[in-house]
């Protein structure tokens, strides 16, 4: 099957420094991807929607100027979390959808510390 | 956006089938029902989907009402393996987004 994979899998920052996690999509090209975040026992959340060749769309409550993604290639979706904070501290997951019947594959995850 | 409602968590002995509800009344005529899990700080993992009829794979099997309101996933032989997070999802028709619920917790018991 269609293989995504995110890194990196793990990172620590301090507050107030920006991080940028990459979502790939290994095997297949994928013209938008997923950009998920998930609490401690809580749900994925959508956060937005990488376009490549346009502007994300994000999802409402979800900050645009925080939450920068930039769609570089087919096979490239970035997150830059920018000025991090403590309570930007979560599980980011990002997804493409590669099936031939719209099924959406989920890399394994970045798990973001902010101290 | 179709929501769906599936029960908080459920409990499953080894080897017995996991029978695993969701209801989305709300889905329109020609949205898909996507089934995912979600193990301990994993990506979700894709397990089938339908529209109306009922499916099998080498996973589970997916039975759909006919009115479309509910499914249910099927783990015929549950396996320790199998706890999880189980979603259940319905896909958008116009950016083919995933919204998740709060999903359904199987633990299976030895």
């Known amino acids: 099957g269609a293989v995504v994979s995110q890194h990196p899998s793990w990172v620590i920052c301090k507050s107030g420094t920006s991080v940028k996690i990459e979502c790939r999509s290994l095997d297949f090209q994928a013209t938008t991807m997923f950009w998920y975040r998930q609490f401690p026992k809580q749900s994925l959340m959508l956060m937005a929607t990488s376009n490549e060749g346009s502007k994300a769309t994000y999802e409402q409550g979800v900050e645009k100027d925080k939450f920068l993604i930039n769609h570089a290639s087919l096979t490239l979706s970035t997150l830059t979390v920018t000025s991090a904070h403590p309570e930007d501290s979560s599980f980011y997951i990002c997804?493409?959808?590669?099936?031939?019947?719209?099924?959406?594959?989920f890399g394994p995850g970045t798990r973001l510390t902010v101290l | 956006d179709a929501k769906t409602t599936q029960p908080p968590s459920m409990d499953c002995a080894e080897g017995r089938a996991a029978n695993l509800p969701c209801n989305h009344s709300?889905?329109?005529?020609?949205?898909?029902v996507y089934w995912y899990r979600q193990i301990h700080s994993q990506g979700p993992q894709y397990i089938i989907h339908g529209l109306k009829n009922n499916e099998t794979n080498e996973m589970a099997s997916l039975i759909i009402t006919e009115d479309r309101k509910s499914s249910t996933l099927i783990l015929p032989h549950a396996t320790l393996r199998d706890t999880a997070v189980y979603y259940c999802i319905v896909r958008t028709n116009t950016g083919n987004q995933f919204y998740f619920g709060t999903g359904t917790s199987l633990t299976v018991i030895p």
């Open positions: 709300t889905i329109s005529g020609n949205e898909y």
């Open positions: 997804s493409a959808p590669g099936g031939v019947w719209g099924e959406q594959f």
